[in-house]
């Protein structure tokens, strides 16, 4: 059974820094495409970050320079670095995985999904 469990969401304050993870379970990291989508309070969720399964990158342009995308495949994780965090950040954070290396915009071509962790940012 997979399961991912998004973790490291918390209160902070505008220009501060977090990094949130998502541990895998019944479920390898490595050649997967994996994403960041947050839901910020009356929209809809929307995709942050992706890395395929060959290590490249895309960011929405909302984040792009501040927000960092990684894995580490030996302890089945993947990160999210936010820097220089602004009120307009706060949402649910959930992390999504995919059975191959090809990534997608769309949500509705992960079947994988953690069950969502909350950042706060607070001017």
Not at 8 to 36: D, I, K, P
Not at 106 to 113: D, G, H, N, Q, T
């Amino acid at each position: 059974q997979v399961q991912l469990v998004d973790s490291g969401g918390v209160s902070v304050q505008a220009g501060g820094s977090l990094r949130l993870s998502c541990l895998a379970a019944g479920y390898t990291l490595t050649n997967r495409c994996m994403s960041w989508f947050r839901r910020a309070p009356g929209k809809e969720r929307e995709r942050v970050a992706l890395i395929n399964g060959y290590g490249g990158t895309t960011y929405a342009d909302s984040v792009k320079g501040r927000f960092s995308i990684s894995k580490v495949n030996a302890v089945n994780t993947l990160y999210l670095q936010m820097n220089s965090l602004k009120p307009e950040d706060t949402a649910m954070y959930y992390c999504a995985g995919r059975n191959d290396e090809t990534c997608y915009m769309s949500e509705s071509f992960y079947p994988y999904w953690g069950q969502g962790t909350q950042v706060t940012v607070s001017s």
